[in-house]
């Protein structure tokens, strides 16, 4: 599944494809559905006949520079661009944005949520950010964003940097700490170093950001029990609003993955097995919640009600996301679409005033209400009404074998006719469980 074999059958963590993050497959969007699906998509008004409203519409703006890239990354990511070549794909985003302008179907429509992701979008200057910021929020303001997001890594962080970003209205701080000792870090290509993570930590905390996150990464190469423990109590000590934690995988696109496959030997550090990084997140988890922290989904643990994460809410449940930058996803009007990939192409389709799509799928109803199932499934539970409302559809019906398979293999808690919900263990191993309720002609195809 996923081109990686079913780490529930298998001990150590092979090279493919893990986490689920849309459906259809990746796999299964085309270039010829940019023409056909997309463009008609997007010169149609969003607002249905009847009443009914508008679905939310976010931003997500990629920000493909780092200062390193990690072993384990396989984004869309750049080390050696000069700041000219910066401040030259900066001007692309605002480019896009402003094409975007002309667009029926997002005219007239707030933003929802915005979201700066990477890459490393802190490592752009104070100065690149005022003005990328400026221009953007020129055409259409950002006043009505439930959330803002960005992604930080630790060693690019300044006071006055921080103090702008919280100044753009930034409300969700996310610090990509993956680990606190600096071996591991220095062996996973990571560029910070653990007296960064404390330094940057206290200035976004003085500077009142609504809510700070940390970012933890289980099974990292090199890890151990002894060190897993030591950052969970380390996170635990700083009282962050929220954590993220991911287990460890290995796409085909990673340096990881590349020596594994060839046999190089780059690494001596292995990655840990998959029953290892279950058990170290349902450690973690189990010691947040014994400090009061609330685990809502099978990566993030929040401390209150108050700390939210509206870009993964609101995608789980059908919003429209239009992505700026080179590779970025979005879904407009009912279709998945996909930017042009590569840095030339991408940039000389915007100079050249176009859209620069490379590739769409417009799901069914049906492949529809799958995607959002198998997505909410990622919180534990499912609330049956939800989709009855949204799709007319009993999904305890629709999905009555896959459901059952849960259940008799043991990672169903409960059940009633309004809800059912997953075992902890279940849980940590959602994305596994997941494809079972694709539809036949996509659970074994390549998922990318």
């Not at 170290?280 to 989904?297: D, I, N, P």
Request: proline share 5%; hydrophobic share 40%.
């Amino acid at each position: 599944m996923h081109n990686a074999q079913d780490p529930a059958a298998v001990a150590d963590t092979e090279v493919g494809s893990y986490f689920v993050a849309n459906y259809p497959p990746f796999s299964m969007w085309t270039e010829d559905a940019v023409e056909a699906q997309a463009r008609p998509a997007l010169s149609r008004p969003s607002l249905p006949a009847g009443d009914s409203p508008r679905v939310p519409l976010g931003l997500y703006l990629h920000i493909p520079f780092c200062r390193k890239r990690c072993h384990f990354c396989y984004f869309r990511v750049y080390t050696n661009k000069n700041a000219q070549e910066v401040e030259s794909y900066l001007d692309l985003l605002a480019r896009e944005w402003e094409l975007y302008g002309s667009v029926e179907a997002l005219a007239g429509r707030p933003l929802d949520f915005v979201y700066f992701g990477g890459g490393t979008p802190s490592f752009l200057s104070t100065g690149q950010l005022d003005r990328l910021v400026t221009r953007l929020t020129k055409r259409t303001p950002w006043t009505t964003a439930e959330e803002i997001t960005f992604e930080c890594e630790p060693g690019t962080l300044t006071q006055a940097k921080l103090s702008a970003i919280r100044q753009m209205g930034v409300t969700r701080l996310s610090l990509g700490v993956e680990n606190f000792d600096d071996k591991i870090l220095e062996a996973n290509g990571r560029a910070h170093r653990s007296p960064e993570i404390g330094r940057a930590y206290g200035f976004a905390r003085k500077l009142g950001f609504p809510q700070i996150n940390i970012d933890l990464i289980a099974g990292m190469l090199g890890e151990t029990d002894e060190n897993w423990h030591r950052c969970v109590e380390q996170t635990l000590a700083l009282e962050p609003d929220s954590v993220t934690i991911y287990q460890m995988e290995l796409p085909y696109n990673t340096t990881i993955s590349a020596d594994k496959l060839k046999g190089t030997g780059q690494f001596a550090e292995t990655v840990a097995d998959w029953a290892t990084k279950r058990r170290w997140v349902k450690e973690a988890f189990a010691a947040l919640e014994s400090a009061g922290y609330h685990v809502g989904s099978a990566y993030t643990a929040v401390r209150d009600s108050n700390a939210k994460f509206v870009y993964r809410d609101r995608l789980w449940q059908g919003a429209d996301l239009l992505g700026l930058g080179v590779a970025s996803f979005g879904h407009i009007n009912g279709v998945h679409v996909q930017n042009l990939d590569k840095w030339d192409t991408y940039g000389a389709a915007v100079t050249n005033g176009q859209l620069p799509l490379a590739r769409a799928y417009q799901p069914t109803p049906d492949e529809r209400l799958i995607r959002e199932f198998v997505l909410q499934l990622k919180r534990g539970w499912i609330a049956t009404e939800y989709f009855q409302n949204a799709y007319g559809v009993n999904v305890t019906e629709r999905f009555r074998m896959e459901i059952a398979t849960l259940k008799s293999e043991g990672w169903l808690n409960t059940q009633t006719p309004e809800r059912f919900e997953l075992t902890r263990d279940g849980l940590l191993r959602v994305d596994t469980l997941l494809p079972r309720f694709f539809l036949p002609q996509h659970q074994d195809v390549r998922y990318t």
